[in-house]
């Protein structure tokens, strides 16, 4: 049973934010910013973020050449160039508002490898530099001529660089997210399984395994940034899970005299110099089925995929070991738009980030942010 100071103190709020991510930080701080005599609560049911916010690679990114080519293929090029432009904005947004120092952001840019497979993409680069102009001023892409500097397998024909990608550490920027909702007296429960959502009365359940009875939380709004998850609150949401693979390598042996952001096999491989050592991840288009899920786990197939990855492409001929590896839950669609919608008036969403949440998870909450405040 709840005590009357429970009841009196701790069950209503303006905004009852549900994903307590980087999305979900981002609309708590973004609404109270807006209404500082608001009360703000946010709902996370693990103890750090339950999808992908802090087990990301720590991409600084808003697609690679290839990546924006597929994407030219489902969508009209003007989609094309707003997604392009709200990841941009995104990464702009959270560098001024953090400061790089906070985010550890460093420019190191963004570098795609390019084998046999995708030699003909080079074609489209032209197009795709005068498509990304009005938002960039200048060509976004360009080859390398040095690339055999690197050392990469014998299978990369080129290196092609983009100069307005970095990179940032996942912990640093949650742990910025964390600390300005402090600031603004936003308050956050992890630990919190939500049940079930009353979207017309606006009311939150809790399943808490501790108590013989449900929790309800009374919200004057409800703002949903739960991504992957989210289908089990609103089912008709058109969203899929999708697991990714990260795996972080001991001190290598030898110095890696590079740095940035690389992507392989299309963007599906992503990898990065950590503190001299390798991070990798990705590898998901292995086994899409496989990785349609929910559950944190390790794909055998995808493992073995990206130990391949290490041994033929990126470090040919030098032996590696692994001393971390983890997944995380990122949410998909039929192009790599997010939802963003009112699902009752008061009650929004902000979810299916496409695996960008670190570019576009600031900007989404924002514009899930100017939902809520039109009603």
């Not at 307590?20 to 609309?27: A, K």
């Not at 960039?136 to 690197?150: G, I, T």
């Not at 390598?249 to 001299?276: A, C, M, Q």
Request: hydrophobic share 40%; net charge neutral.
């Amino acid at each position: 049973m709840l005590s009357y100071w429970e009841k009196k103190n701790f069950l209503k709020y303006d905004l009852v934010v549900v994903g307590g991510g980087i999305v979900g930080l981002s609309t708590a701080i973004q609404f109270k910013t807006l209404n500082p005599d608001s009360s703000v609560m946010v709902l996370e049911r693990g103890i750090f973020p339950s999808g992908a916010s802090t087990k990301n690679a720590g991409f600084a990114c808003f697609g690679s050449l290839t990546e924006i080519l597929d994407d030219l293929e489902v969508l009209p090029k003007e989609e094309v160039l707003s997604l392009v432009e709200r990841r941009y904005k995104g990464l702009l947004a959270i560098r001024q508002y953090f400061g790089d120092s906070k985010l550890d952001y460093r420019p190191s840019g963004g570098f795609e490898l390019i084998t046999p497979k995708e030699l003909s993409q080079l074609d489209h680069l032209k197009s795709v530099n005068d498509l990304l102009q009005p938002i960039f001023k200048k060509d976004v892409f360009s080859l390398l001529k040095d690339h055999r500097d690197y050392k990469f397998g014998p299978l990369v024909n080129e290196i092609v660089k983009n100069d307005f990608e970095g990179e940032l550490d996942s912990g640093k920027f949650l742990n910025s997210l964390w600390e300005k909702c402090s600031d603004l007296k936003v308050k956050i429960l992890t630990g919190v399984h939500v049940d079930q959502i009353d979207t017309d009365e606006k009311k939150v359940f809790i399943k808490d395994s501790y108590m013989a009875f449900s929790l309800v939380f009374q919200a004057k709004k409800i703002a949903i940034c739960t991504n992957a998850f989210t289908k089990t609150l609103f089912p008709q949401q058109d969203i899929k899970p999708g697991r990714g693979l990260v795996l972080v390598t001991k001190i290598l042996p030898f110095e890696v005299s590079w740095k940035g952001s690389f992507h392989y096999d299309k963007g599906y491989v992503y990898f990065r110099n950590i503190d001299n050592r390798l991070l990798l991840g990705g590898g998901r288009n292995m086994d899409f089925e496989g990785e349609n899920t929910t559950e944190f786990g390790i794909n055998p197939i995808i493992r073995s995929y990206l130990l391949s990855v290490i041994n033929e492409i990126i470090f040919p001929g030098f032996s590696t070991e692994i001393e971390m590896e983890w997944s995380g839950i990122m949410a998909f669609g039929p192009d790599k738009r997010p939802i963003v919608v009112m699902e009752k008036p008061g009650v929004g969403l902000a979810v299916r980030l496409g695996g960008m949440g670190v570019a576009i998870g600031w900007q989404t909450a924002g514009e899930l942010v100017n939902l809520l405040q039109k009603v």
